[in-house]
């Protein structure tokens, strides 16, 4: 069993927690997640590691509530168990000899990138931030990325807080500005990195993806998380739970990926309003 030792609400939709898990913080890198339940009887479900404190021996994870084991896992409070925390789990991203990253975030993947973006930081990497909302209220960690970040620019999709727009049109605009990076790490919605890879395209800047497929066991046994990659002219089949998840986005077949990703979308939807039902009658 593992204690929820802190928990913050960051916007209506998206929850903040700490779990005490030491094993777990102590091995952790930027990139990587975790596979828990909520209870015995729970589903499996996959959230990457948005921080970690190895002396305190805490994992930080951030969660959007879609689906009834999210919503489940909400309704947990501080001093609650969940119980499991398996981890970490997948391959961590590779930051050695970078100087100079752009990190594209958009929604809760933000949740993903700032990691990754306070480990360039520490690296002494120079650091763009580009982070995406559809609106104002929906903005996240916004002072943990100005932290980190050498430069910080933020979008709502309706003008309502930063610039307007999505996240490409400023990477488009340092682009154009003659700005060249080791590499562009992006991480979000799969449309929203789809559109970033081919803004990259044209520059030759290599772009990574952090994919997040369906995903059981996490260990490549289910075969659930596979995903299509396009290498040299063949089609290959890779598996976001242990050779990811960050991928060339070059590679990586966006719209097969989009296609699998809302296969359950009706059934998450049934079990959602079933788990919300049962925390009103509890109520």
Avoid: W
Avoid at 177 to 200: H, R
Avoid at 255 to 282: I, Q, W
């Amino acid at each position: 069993m593992y204690k929820i030792v802190d928990k913050v609400s960051l916007n209506p939709t998206v929850t903040m927690m700490q779990i005490e898990a030491p094993l777990v913080a102590a091995k952790a890198e930027p990139g990587q997640f975790i596979i828990l339940r909520v209870d015995e009887k729970g589903e499996r479900i996959p959230l990457t590691v948005a921080g970690y404190d190895r002396e305190k021996g805490n994992v930080k994870i951030i969660f959007q509530i879609v689906g009834a084991t999210t919503e489940k896992l909400n309704h947990k409070n501080v001093g609650d168990y969940i119980q499991d925390f398996v981890g970490p789990l997948g391959v961590a991203t590779h930051l050695d000899g970078l100087k100079k990253v752009c990190i594209v975030g958009g929604g809760v993947g933000c949740a993903i990138a700032l990691p990754i973006a306070q480990k360039l930081h520490e690296l002494g990497a120079n650091v763009t931030s580009i982070i995406g909302f559809r609106t104002k209220d929906l903005l996240i960690l916004e002072d943990d990325f100005r932290a980190c970040s050498d430069e910080l620019i933020v979008m709502t999709d309706d003008g309502s807080y930063g610039r307007e727009g999505n996240v490409t049109v400023p990477l488009k605009e340092l682009f154009e500005n003659g700005e060249t990076y080791d590499q562009v790490i992006t991480i979000g919605p799969l449309i929203m990195m789809k559109f970033v890879v081919a803004a990259c395209q044209p520059t030759g800047i290599p772009c990574t993806v952090s994919m997040n497929p369906i995903m059981i066991d996490g260990t490549g046994m289910c075969g659930g998380c596979r995903l299509t990659l396009n290498q040299d002219g063949k089609k290959v089949t890779k598996f976001a739970c242990v050779d990811g998840p960050d991928f060339n986005g070059y590679e990586v077949d966006f719209d097969e990926a989009m296609s699998r990703g809302t296969m359950y979308v009706p059934f998450e939807r049934h079990a959602y309003e079933e788990a919300c039902n049962l925390f009103k009658e509890v109520n």
